[in-house]
């Protein structure tokens, strides 16, 4: 006897006929679209739409490093004048001297002053005088107290002289003030022909020069606009005010570039009350940079489009639809309507992976209601591991990253890419700049040396060492500072312990290295103790062995003198091209990283040489500068080699490039933002369902179905809940009935 399926009973809570949009499969779907369609016209802006520029950025910045260079190189120099002037008066404050002995001592170590004077700062009487005459006329030295004045340029017959002051012991006047004289001038920086490099003072009058006249008109106006940026732009700690300008063309389509540097950086600085201002001008040659692909930009933006739309299309039909099929004809037989009506989804219903499980599930429990006497359908394990959810995603993925794979590979690699000569000659002068910065330091450390040896030699070993200690405080390049006796033993000693004693660490004065291997080289200058220190001209010549006064480097002195913005790689080598400093980390006494150096190398010889290589390797801008100079270091036979990667130019192509490589990255976010929510919010939850779908349509009505989310998946789940509910009922009739004839007998 059959009876008719009773209708499974409402949901106590009404549903609506729509899933509501902010939950559920159509969000990624839409959001996907958008993100894709908005990549699609970042590409098309920022790639397509780049165009060529007369003026390359990197020819601009060559003219502004240049500047940044120049002006650290003066600021250094009046730092080192200062603190040379005052370390030299400080050691006669516990025995004063006559002032024309404070003067004869300080002609004899250092040889940077073009005149020195002794004063009494109260009546301005002269106590003693050497050099060319010091103009103090105009100032006003009866406010000197305890503390010397900064710095002052002050006009004279011979041009602007730089002044330097401290205050100095003297035997019988008491505390005077101790003045240098020097002009002011650009250190020695190589230029191309067709450069001019500047410092101007703080009223726009020009100090020194270097390079190629400037032209009435245009360039000076340049260089007028330049100062006045520099002026109104205040410097950032620990940096300075820089930057580039360009002016407008003349009739002939040439340009001038202007790179500007405040000399003075951030926070307390000597060289501030002076107000100068390094400028760095010269012509652009007329050649404007070049792209690769001018319409790459606009090409990958309709193909993204199309793309867009594709994947949109694709998703909502192999997911979205096939899974708002299932809500409703899950639906359809929790409310029992038309139960007789197989279950089925879209016009192509879901025939594979989870909703195509879910699918049969549910026209087997459509059986079961209609016939609660059916028994349940045998489980089918193979159909679980067919393809899912996860196929058509996987597609998508894969259609994306063909689509942002090329574009990731674009990194301005290409041997093609033209680099601007001016560039090329920045880097060359600038390489040659950090030459210089590493001679001028290893001299001024030998000059110290020089002027502290006099103070040592009938000095006690207390005083000595007091001495030392004060000396190593005051400069932040020596990790230490010793003498050693005519035996080369430690006499005495301040900061780290000697890295070699004995005889053979006695020798002849000058900079020297102390080691040719080891895990730090050990760069030094050595300085004979005598009452009179030996003359520029005499430095290397045979001595006496001992005593002498040595002082260590330390290594990352060096390492940060060749630190500068937008020069790449840096590396100080020996004569046997191995490495003893570097910018960035190396191996001591190793090999060059990039062999292509040695060409440059041998191409320098005596001057400065760069070129741009493109074999072996990805293009590269390298240069190469001998330390040069006279004396010991020039004796050295150092170099310092730089090479800058041309991808990181600032050229026309590698912004294209950049911008190609920004687009394929915000194409895999996008895709990787979606896909991955629609796999975890929607497919990850509908493989569960499917496996508890066919566990109940295969009998087991004890696992009580939760949804997790409210959304098409949570409505299917509660559906299945109804069902399963509606089934144990009919099964516990069933049974009821069975036993019903039993109890009536």
Same mark, same amino acid.
């Given at each position: 006897?059959?009876?008719?399926?009773?209708?499974?009973?409402?949901?106590?809570?009404?549903r609506?006929a729509?899933?509501? %949009?902010?939950?559920?499969?159509?969000?990624?779907?839409?959001?996907l679209?958008?993100?894709?369609?908005?990549?699609a016209?970042?590409?098309?802006?920022?790639?397509?739409?780049?165009?060529?520029?007369?003026t390359?950025?990197?020819?601009r910045?060559?003219?502004?490093?240049?500047?940044?260079?120049t002006?650290?190189s003066?600021?250094a120099?009046?730092?080192?004048?200062?603190?040379?002037?005052?370390?030299?008066?400080?050691?006669?404050?516990?025995a004063?001297a006559?002032?024309?002995?404070?003067?004869?001592?300080?002609?004899?170590?250092?040889?940077?002053?073009r005149?020195?004077?002794?004063?009494?700062?109260d009546?301005?009487?002269?106590?003693?005088?050497?050099?060319?005459?010091?103009?103090?006329?105009?100032l006003?030295?009866?406010?000197?107290?305890?503390?010397?004045?900064?710095?002052?340029?002050?006009?004279?017959?011979?041009?602007?002289?730089?002044?330097?002051?401290?205050?100095?012991a003297?035997r019988?006047?008491g505390?005077?003030?101790?003045?240098?004289?020097?002009?002011?001038r650009?250190?020695?920086?190589?230029?191309?022909k067709?450069?001019?490099?500047?410092?101007?003072?703080?009223?726009?009058?020009?100090?020194?020069?270097?390079?190629?006249? %400037?032209?009435?008109?245009?360039?000076?106006?340049?260089?007028?606009?330049a100062?006045?940026?520099?002026?109104?732009?205040?410097?950032?700690?620990?940096g300075t005010?820089?930057?580039?300008?360009?002016g407008?063309?003349?009739?002939?389509?040439?340009?001038?570039?202007?790179g500007?540097?405040?000399?003075?950086?951030?926070?307390?600085?000597?060289?501030?009350?002076?107000?100068?201002?390094?400028?760095?001008?010269?012509?652009?040659?007329?050649?404007?940079?070049?792209?690769?692909?001018?319409?790459?930009?606009?090409?990958?933006?309709?193909?993204?489009?199309?793309?867009?739309?594709?994947?949109a299309?694709?998703?909502?039909?192999?997911?979205?639809?096939?899974?708002?099929?299932?809500?409703?004809?899950?639906?359809?037989?929790?409310?029992?309507?038309?139960?007789?009506?197989?279950?089925?989804?879209?016009?192509?219903?879901?025939?594979?992976?989870?909703?195509?499980?879910?699918?049969?599930?549910?026209?087997?429990?459509?059986l079961?209601?209609?016939?609660p006497?059916?028994?349940?359908?045998?489980a089918?394990?193979?159909?679980?591991?067919?393809?899912?959810?996860?196929?058509?995603?996987?597609?998508?993925?894969?259609?994306?990253?063909?689509?942002?794979?090329?574009?990731?590979?674009l990194?301005?690699?290409?041997?093609?890419?033209?680099?601007?000569t001016?560039?090329?000659?920045?880097?060359?002068?600038?390489?040659?700049?950090?030459?210089?910065?590493?001679?001028?330091a290893?001299?001024?450390?030998?000059?110290?040396?020089?002027?502290?040896a006099?103070a040592?030699?009938?000095?006690?070993?207390?005083?000595?060492?007091?001495?030392?200690?004060?000396?190593?405080?005051?400069?932040?390049?020596?990790?230490?500072?010793?003498v050693?006796?005519?035996?080369?033993?430690?006499?005495?000693?301040?900061?780290?312990?000697p890295?070699?004693?004995g005889? @053979?660490?006695?020798?002849?004065?000058g900079?020297?290295?102390?080691?040719?291997?080891?895990?730090e080289?050990?760069?030094?200058?050595?300085?004979?103790?005598?009452?009179?220190?030996?003359?520029a001209?005499?430095?290397?010549?045979?001595?006496?062995?001992?005593?002498?006064?040595?002082?260590?480097?330390?290594?990352?002195?060096?390492?940060?003198?060749l630190?500068r913005?937008?020069?790449?790689?840096?590396w100080?080598?020996?004569?046997?091209?191995?490495?003893?400093a570097?910018?960035?980390?190396?191996?001591s006494?190793? @090999?060059?990283?990039?062999?292509?150096?040695?060409?440059?190398?041998?191409a320098?010889?005596?001057?400065?040489?760069?070129?741009?290589?493109?074999?072996?390797?990805?293009?590269?801008?390298?240069?190469?500068?001998?330390?040069?100079?006279?004396?010991?270091?020039?004796?050295?036979?150092?170099?310092v080699?730089?090479?800058?990667?041309?991808a990181?130019?600032?050229?026309?192509?590698?912004?294209?490039?950049?911008r190609?490589?920004?687009?394929?990255?915000?194409?895999?976010?996008?895709?990787?933002?979606?896909?991955?929510?629609?796999?975890?919010?929607?497919?990850?939850p509908?493989?569960?369902?499917?496996?508890?779908?066919?566990?109940?349509a295969?009998?087991?009505?004890?696992?009580?179905?939760?949804?997790v989310?409210?959304d098409e998946?949570?409505?299917?789940?509660?559906?299945l809940?109804?069902?399963?509910q509606?089934?144990?009922?009919?099964d516990?009739?069933?049974?009821?009935?069975?036993r019903?004839?039993?109890?009536?007998?």
């Open positions: 006897m059959s009876t008719a399926p009773t209708p499974p009973r409402q949901h106590r809570y009404r609506r729509d899933m509501p %949009l902010l939950g559920g499969i159509r969000p990624p779907i839409a959001l679209l958008v993100l894709l369609l908005a990549v016209a970042i590409t098309a802006l920022a790639v397509g739409g780049l165009r060529v520029d007369d390359p950025q990197a020819v910045e060559s003219h502004q490093y240049a500047a940044e260079d002006a650290a003066l600021r120099g009046l730092h080192e004048s200062a603190t040379d002037l005052r370390r030299a008066a400080a050691r006669y404050e516990g004063p006559e002032p024309a002995a404070v003067l004869t001592a300080l002609g004899q170590a250092y040889h940077k002053w005149g020195t004077v002794v004063v009494r700062p009546t301005g009487r002269l106590l003693a005088a050497r050099g060319e005459t010091v103009p103090l006329a105009g006003d030295l009866t406010r000197v107290t305890d503390t010397a004045p900064a710095p002052v340029l002050v006009p004279s017959a011979a041009g602007t002289r730089l002044l330097t002051f401290a205050l100095v003297t019988n006047d505390r005077a003030l101790l003045v240098a004289s020097d002009n002011l650009l250190p020695g920086i190589a230029t191309r067709e450069q001019t490099i500047q410092v101007l003072d703080g009223t726009g009058a020009v100090l020194d020069t270097t390079g190629a006249a %400037l032209a009435a008109g245009g360039d000076r106006e340049l260089v007028a606009t100062r006045e940026r520099a002026a109104r732009q205040r410097p950032v700690p620990g005010a820089s930057g580039s300008l360009a407008t063309p003349d009739d002939k389509g040439v340009r001038r570039v202007a500007w540097a405040a000399v003075a950086a951030g926070g307390p600085d000597q060289a501030a009350p002076l107000g100068l201002t390094v400028v760095s001008t010269s012509t652009v040659d007329g050649k404007p940079g070049s792209l690769r692909h001018p319409l790459l930009g606009l090409a990958a933006a309709g193909a993204l489009l199309l793309l867009a739309l594709l994947l299309w694709y998703l909502i039909r192999s997911l979205q639809r096939p899974l708002l099929a299932l809500f409703l004809e899950s639906r359809r037989l929790t409310r029992g309507e038309r139960p007789e009506q197989p279950v089925r989804g879209p016009k192509r219903g879901p025939g594979r992976g989870e909703a195509g499980r879910i699918a049969r599930a549910l026209e087997e429990l459509r079961q209601l209609l016939d006497t059916r028994p349940p359908a045998a089918a394990p193979g159909r679980g591991r067919r393809p899912g959810t996860a196929l058509p995603l996987a597609l998508c993925a894969v259609l994306v990253l063909g689509w942002s794979g090329p574009l990731l590979f990194g301005g690699n290409d041997p093609t890419v033209r680099v601007p001016q560039v090329v000659a920045g880097q060359r002068d600038r390489t040659d700049t950090a030459a210089d910065r590493i001679r001028q290893l001299n001024e450390g030998y000059a110290d040396l020089r002027s502290l006099p040592l030699t009938e000095a006690s070993v207390g005083k000595a060492e007091n001495l030392l200690r004060t000396t190593l405080a005051e400069h932040d390049r020596y990790r230490a500072l010793y050693l006796g005519a035996d080369g033993t430690v006499l005495a000693r301040a900061g780290e312990p890295h070699r004693t005889p @053979e660490a006695l020798g002849p004065s900079v020297l290295l102390l080691n040719s291997s080891g895990k080289p050990r760069i030094a200058a050595r300085a004979t103790l005598s009452a009179a220190p030996p003359d001209e005499t430095e290397g010549a045979a001595e006496p062995k001992g005593p002498v006064l040595v002082g260590e480097f330390k290594t990352d002195f060096l390492g940060g003198l630190v913005p937008g020069l790449g790689r840096v100080l080598v020996d004569g046997r091209q191995r490495v003893l570097a910018n960035e980390g190396y191996s006494f190793g @090999e060059l990283p990039d062999g292509r150096a040695r060409k440059v190398l041998a320098a010889g005596k001057d400065a040489a760069a070129d741009v290589l493109r074999d072996g390797g990805d293009p590269a801008l390298l240069a190469a500068a001998p330390l040069g100079g006279n004396g010991s270091v020039a004796k050295l036979g150092w170099s080699v730089t090479a800058h990667p041309v990181w130019l600032h050229l026309d192509q590698n912004r294209a490039d950049r190609a490589v920004l687009a394929g990255m915000l194409g895999l976010a996008a895709a990787a933002l979606c896909l991955g929510w629609l796999y975890i919010a929607v497919g990850l509908l493989r569960r369902l499917a496996a508890s779908a066919e566990a109940l295969a009998g087991d009505r004890r696992t009580v179905l939760y949804p989310h409210h998946v949570g409505a299917i789940a509660r559906s809940e109804l069902i399963r509606e089934l144990v009922r009919a516990q009739a069933g049974r009821a009935d069975r019903t004839p039993a109890t009536a007998r």
